[in-house]
């Protein structure tokens, strides 16, 4: 859970209803989601749900409000003026960090509480959405103090040149930005392993190094009235959500959008991108949910003050339009989620349901739970990482060739979750790989689902339980893996049907690695990673691994 702080009387000014109490609104908001955190005088500070990262600041719940209350129901869409400044990228960030957005804003009227509010929502921004500035990351500029409307996002060797750091009066290349300023020992780890730093340069050269920090000369102050605002990741879509809600916010308070070209090597693409999508919603799919029968006429009127457009209304469906900051909208159900709360869940009747049961967990479940424990009473951190898992990381970052059975998703979120993960082993080195600027021993484990095709199942994909054991450190090897394994056995009751016979993997050191064999199957791998392995995740320590079928363990 992430969480945003305002000022009550600002809010209230925002929404345009002076008969506003702070009970009214935290009774509200909690219907929408929101719970109180803390009051502190006129600061209020609510728990938003990271998917909701446009309700991460004043604005985005004013702008909630506004709606909720009638006040200005549908989806807004902010005017997009033209302006003549470009963003040309270099083919030299295409490995480092390859892809940049931004916009031009003007008529900015800084305040105390909006200045505050508008970097507050960029650390919030980069801390859920932005995945701590590795996926998105955004740089606010003083525009009057840009020389020239070409602007060059480029890649360059860590030393090649100096600019003076927000926050210091001292020039200083990137190299050493990373090493000694405070925002560089913070986030130095997104481009950690790189020879090549991103820098986004105007006439007068450096004044942003992202996903860093800003240049001194570029500084936003209370006095700033136009921006500019560039945002650089390692997805696409996630920077252009990002800019859409910086935008939204600075709008609400009277700004003006201008856009810029961003000029790839191989296309133009105008920013910001305000496109809208639509979903076709049925009415009996809604009600079947909510178990509710309500019109179609009705179900538009709730959607409209939740901040969607309604295209089309007829008997049976409706066409909603999702606005250009939702970027939580993923399905059907996410509509229909919003419907249940303005309409109010606290409305909705309870019943009981025709055929009443006890639950109770799944024998799957039990031994999942139990494995954890052991591993927990080992010495190993648990982590939790998604099923979904970029291509890539499954195959080529662990030294496999071989793509065969993988489950790919057919329009993926974003490319680093295009396929089901067929193993463990490589979410481990995700979160080692993450974490280099922690202390060691890292000592991690999960136990998790992985899927591959498999024809011969009712739905085509066979799942299971495996669960995978990492050791970073610097005496992490073979025998210290091993002994991990041992007692984990030990503790189910296998260890005299455990056998480790040497086995070859193209993500394991030849000669250190081995079959897991549970008394005549063939269970999982353990080895140590290859240090070519290692390289591509940026990994400077030694890692050990074993990965095994869960259900092997069941004696």
Not at 69 to 84: A, K
Not at 262 to 269: A, F, G, Q, R, S
Not at 277 to 294: A, H, T
Not at 405 to 424: C, D, G, H, M
Request: with cysteine.
């Amino acid at each position: 859970m992430a969480t945003v702080t305002f000022n009550f009387p600002d809010l209230v000014k925002l929404v345009g209803k002076d008969d506003l109490t702070l009970d009214k609104v935290r009774e509200d908001l909690f219907e929408l989601g929101l719970e109180t955190e803390a009051i502190e005088g006129d600061e209020v500070t609510f728990e938003v749900t990271s998917d909701r990262a446009d309700l991460l600041s004043e604005e985005g719940i004013a702008m909630m409000l506004r709606a909720f209350y009638g006040l200005q129901t549908g989806m807004i869409m902010p005017e997009i003026h033209s302006s003549d400044y470009t963003l040309v990228v270099n083919r030299e960030v295409e490995d480092i960090r390859p892809y940049i957005t931004g916009a031009i804003v003007r008529g900015v009227h800084f305040t105390d509480e909006s200045i505050k509010s508008i970097m507050h929502l960029q650390e919030k921004l980069h801390g859920t959405f932005g995945r701590r500035r590795k996926k998105g990351a955004i740089g606010v500029h003083d525009l009057s103090k840009i020389k020239g409307k070409t602007i060059h996002y480029r890649g360059v060797p860590k030393d090649s040149v100096k600019f003076v750091p927000l926050q210091s009066n001292e020039l200083m290349t990137p190299a050493e930005v990373m090493q000694r300023h405070d925002k560089g020992k913070d986030y130095g780890y997104v481009l950690e392993g790189k020879e090549m730093v991103p820098l986004i340069y105007d006439d007068d050269g450096v004044f942003s190094f992202p996903p860093i920090i800003n240049s001194k000369r570029t500084e936003v102050s209370i006095d700033t009235t136009e921006l500019l605002i560039e945002l650089t990741g390692e997805d696409m879509r996630t920077i252009d959500y990002m800019l859409n809600i910086a935008l939204y916010s600075l709008s609400l308070r009277g700004a003006k959008i201008y856009s810029v070209t961003v000029k790839y090597p191989d296309k133009d693409l105008p920013r910001p991108d305000f496109g809208v999508r639509e979903m076709r919603m049925d009415v009996e799919y809604i009600n079947r949910i909510l178990g509710l029968g309500l019109m179609s006429n009705k179900i538009s009127e709730l959607l409209l003050r939740m901040g969607f457009g309604i295209k089309e209304v007829k008997d049976d469906y409706l066409v909603v339009q999702i606005p250009p900051y939702r970027a939580d909208i993923l399905h059907k159900r996410d509509i229909v989620d919003d419907v249940g709360r303005v309409y109010g869940y606290n409305n909705i009747t309870p019943s009981y349901p025709n055929t009443p049961s006890i639950g109770k967990l799944t024998e799957r479940n039990k031994l999942g739970d139990a494995v954890r424990e052991v591993m927990i009473g080992l010495g190993c951190q648990d982590t939790l990482n998604f099923i979904l898992i970029g291509k890539d990381e499954i195959t080529t970052k662990m030294g496999q060739t071989n793509t065969n059975n993988i489950v790919e998703i057919s329009n993926p979120y974003a490319e680093q979750y295009n396929v089901v993960r067929t193993w463990l082993t490589p979410s481990l080195m995700i979160v080692l790989s993450n974490n280099l600027h922690r202390e060691y021993p890292q000592n991690i484990f999960e136990v998790g689902a992985v899927a591959h095709i498999d024809d011969t199942t009712d739905t085509g994909v066979f799942e299971e339980d495996h669960v995978a054991c990492a050791l970073c450190y610097s005496k992490a090897g073979f025998n210290e893996v091993k002994a991990k394994l041992q007692a984990l056995c030990f503790n189910f009751g296998l260890a005299d049907k455990l056998s480790t016979p040497p086995a070859s993997d193209p993500t394991f050191i030849d000669g250190r690695c081995a079959e897991i064999v549970i008394g005549d199957k063939r269970a999982g791998i353990i080895g140590e990673v290859r240090p070519e392995v290692l390289k591509n995740w940026g990994i400077e320590m030694p890692v050990a691994v074993f990965e095994m079928e869960v259900s092997a363990l069941k004696n």
